[in-house]
């Protein structure tokens, strides 16, 4: 497949990605700085996309390792304010030149809260995760799912329900004790 082909490939995955990002809260100026720098790298590495039927795949890549990149820059910014009065939290989000931001409080609460699935996430078994990624992630059904991994549709549905079971049960161990300090 000669390059103009792979790009208007690429080019037609712009949605699926951006879609991706929306699904992991990723806010709108932030989104579409991060589709850029993707698409950027994406465009610049077509040269080196062998199987233009991977493309999902090879971009999925892509985008993990940007996502991760900005939610590094999050945390330094989280470790960054950790010391910070109550008060100086709360006039960060209001400064001017803010705009459609949420105020930097409510956007830590949320970024708490995707910590508190990641780690959950990474207790769940490698075949769980792979169902979970490629099913809420990529948007696969799951019959769907099951022919990509190679495996039986009721397999692939087992294991997400067991993996959706598993996430419950520890997502509901880790508010249990934030719920009893905050009757405290």
């Known amino acids: 497949m000669d390059i103009k082909k792979k790009e208007a490939l690429l080019c037609g995955k712009y949605d699926q990605i951006n879609r991706l990002l929306a699904i992991q809260n990723i806010k709108l100026p932030d989104r579409e700085d991060l589709l850029h ?20 795949s090879w971009l999925w890549k892509i985008t993990r390792n940007e996502v991760n990149r900005y ?36 956007e830590l609460e949320q970024i708490c809260q995707r910590d508190e699935l990641t780690r959950a996430l990474r207790t769940l078994p490698e075949k769980s995760l792979i169902v979970f990624r490629l099913h809420y992630y990529e948007g696969y059904s799951l019959s769907e799912t099951a022919e990509i991994m190679g495996e039986r549709y009721n397999t692939v549905k087992s294991w997400h329900r067991r993996g959706l079971e598993k996430l419950r049960e520890i997502l509901k161990e880790d508010r249990a004790p934030a719920a009893e300090q905050k009757k405290k």
């Open 71 to 106: 939610l590094r820059g999050i945390i330094k910014k989280r470790q960054w304010t950790q010391g910070m009065p109550r008060e100086e939290l709360e006039n960060l989000g209001k400064e001017p030149g803010a705009g459609p931001y949420l105020p930097v409080k409510d």
């Open 37 to 56: 720098e993707i698409f950027i790298k994406a465009f610049r590495s077509l040269g080196k996309l062998r199987e233009p039927d991977k493309i999902d």
